[in-house]
């Protein structure tokens, strides 16, 4: 079995990360004038074939390798001092001061490694920029039904269109605890959707002393990103004969919120990675089920002469399509519910409704008339199914016109 050299791979992207391409970016993210750093994967493609379709493969355990590097390098690009300070400035000096102090008071008057210092704290809590993955050009948009188990971890390019979306909220992503009776501090970095806070001091202080202080978060000193979920639906045009248009949750961090708004037509390159079915005890009782959802990378919104493809028809040569074709109305009525047998002229009045009405001009706008019709007849003879049918029909078609 094939292991990969992750250190090997890291010396390749920190070069890569190193290049003229990103230098500018790499002095505004120090800066913080920029919060997005931005991989293309082509660039990766053009040095390392072979690094690309790991990254692609194993997308998740690839963030955290640039991170690291970017981590690493991000101080020598900073030009001066920073202006935007936030609250873990403050945060951090508070602790420097109370350092110096401490050392002061216990005659230890040596200086403070500040990067000593900081690295004690978790890179999560000090890191200010936010690293995602740009796709391939040549990676195409794939429907919603055809993801599958076989793309889970890995970076997949989704179509489709935004049925819902959440409320932007905070999302903690580093937990801050301080003891109540040593006043150590704790750090509890979460990456699940739910966690379980921390409530024993474990620090050498309170080990020492042989007790066991309390833990308290402290809100300040946490680290929080924005958060949203939307759902996406995949296009009526992927959607079976028949069949019910599937979902996919996704999940939006920092500056990918408030992307895109419902109706909006998008292409989302994301992780897609698996999530316990239910949180807290019920995951006890829910076994080995899973939900799914995609990791947004990127949201790009598309219009609806985006989404044509090329092997789609454009209205001339659909009209020189079905008269080569020859297609008549009993040929189009049979394509109604084909697993039902017979019912031809039920179909033809059906088709003659989808297709026909009275056209109503409001303010120069064309409205279809409404669709009327009663059908009556024994039980089991396909009535409901019949329009069934139709009433999913008439969803897709409203879908796709939003």
């Known amino acids: 079995m094939f292991v990969r050299d992750y250190e090997k791979d890291k010396e390749a992207l920190r070069k890569i990360i190193l290049g003229p391409s990103y230098t500018d970016k790499l002095i505004k993210i120090a800066q913080r004038e920029e919060v997005l750093f931005k991989i293309d994967l082509n660039e990766v493609e053009k040095e390392d074939s072979e690094l690309c379709d790991a990254i692609i493969n194993n997308t998740k355990r690839y963030v955290k390798i640039c991170c690291a590097i970017v981590d690493e390098i991000l101080p020598d690009f900073r030009t001066g001092p920073v202006q935007n300070k936030d609250t873990f400035d403050v945060f951090i000096e508070h602790r420097l001061h109370a350092e110096q102090r401490r050392r002061q008071e216990t005659g230890n008057g040596m200086p403070i490694n500040e990067a000593n210092f900081v690295s004690k704290y978790?890179?999560?809590?000090?890191?200010?920029?936010?690293?995602?993955?740009?796709?391939?050009?040549?990676?195409?948009?794939?429907?919603?039904?055809?993801?599958?188990?076989?793309?889970?971890?890995?970076?997949?390019?989704?179509?489709?269109?935004?049925?819902?979306?959440?409320?932007?909220?905070?999302?903690?992503?580093?937990?801050?605890?301080?003891?109540?009776?040593?006043?150590?501090?704790?750090?509890?970095?979460?990456?699940?959707?739910?966690?379980?806070?921390?409530?024993?001091?474990?620090s050498e202080e309170c080990k020492a002393n042989r007790v066991t202080g309390r833990l308290y978060q402290q809100i300040r000193g946490s680290k929080f990103v924005k958060f949203q979920k939307l759902r996406i639906q995949e296009h009526s045009r992927d959607v079976p004969v028949g069949n019910i248009p599937r979902s996919l949750d996704v999940n939006c961090r920092g500056e990918l919120t408030r992307q895109a708004l419902p109706g909006d037509h998008v292409h989302i390159s994301g992780i897609f990675l698996p999530t316990p079915h239910h949180s807290g005890p019920r995951q006890m009782m829910g076994g080995l089920l899973c939900d799914t959802y995609l990791e947004a990378h990127r949201i790009v919104i598309t219009n609806k002469s985006d989404e044509l493809e090329e092997d789609e028809m454009t209205d001339e040569e659909?009209?020189?399509?079905?008269?080569?074709?020859?297609?008549?109305?009993?040929?189009?009525?049979?394509?109604?519910?084909?697993?039902?047998?017979?019912?031809?002229?039920?179909?033809?009045?059906?088709?003659?409704?989808?297709v026909g009405g009275v056209d109503r001009n409001t303010n120069g706008m064309k409205i279809r008339g409404a669709i009327n019709i009663c059908l009556m007849g024994d039980p089991g003879v396909a009535k409901s199914q019949l329009l069934g049918f139709i009433g999913i029909y008439l969803l897709n078609l409203v879908i796709s016109q939003i």
Do not use: W
């Open 122 to 202: 978790p890179p999560e809590l000090m890191r200010r920029y936010e690293l995602v993955f740009e796709p391939l050009a040549i990676q195409k948009p794939i429907p919603v039904r055809q993801v599958k188990a076989k793309h889970v971890g890995k970076f997949v390019t989704v179509s489709g269109i935004v049925t819902r979306t959440q409320e932007v909220k905070p999302r903690v992503v580093v937990a801050t605890y301080t003891c109540d009776s040593c006043a150590a501090e704790t750090y509890q970095p979460i990456e699940s959707d739910s966690f379980m806070p921390l409530e024993r001091c474990q």
């Open 318 to 354: 659909f009209v020189e399509y079905i008269q080569r074709e020859n297609i008549s109305i009993d040929r189009l009525a049979n394509s109604i519910a084909p697993e039902i047998y017979g019912h031809i002229d039920l179909k033809k009045a059906l088709l003659l409704l989808l």
